[in-house]
């Protein structure tokens, strides 16, 4: 599970509602900010107004590696 540090901004997203093609904006959708879960108190941001390329306060998720490039990396690992 991915979590973030309570002293880290959250942000409830953007959803952009436009018949079929309703959903979040670009990020929004996996974003920390909006998807960790919140502690008792925190700090909210709003998103941000307008997107150029990507948004600039988007924290992804970490996925953990798969087993096999875990296990690739350790033998890499023990060979050095």
């Known amino acids: 599970?991915?979590?973030?540090?309570?002293?880290?901004?959250?942000?409830?997203?953007?959803?952009?509602?436009?018949?079929?093609?309703?959903?979040?904006?670009?990020?929004?959708e996996t974003c920390l900010r909006r998807t960790a879960p919140r502690p008792e108190y925190y700090s909210l941001i709003?998103?941000?107004?307008?997107?150029?390329?990507?948004?600039?306060?988007?924290?992804?998720?970490v996925t953990p590696p798969s087993s096999k490039r875990k296990e690739a990396l350790l033998s890499l690992?023990?060979?050095s």
Do not use: H, Q
């Open 1 to 28: 599970m991915n979590t973030l540090n309570s002293d880290v901004a959250r942000c409830n997203g953007e959803w952009v509602e436009d018949g079929e093609d309703s959903g979040w904006r670009e990020g929004c």
């Open 46 to 61: 709003d998103p941000p107004a307008i997107l150029a390329f990507f948004c600039e306060y988007l924290i992804e998720p």
């Open 77 to 79: 690992l023990e060979k």
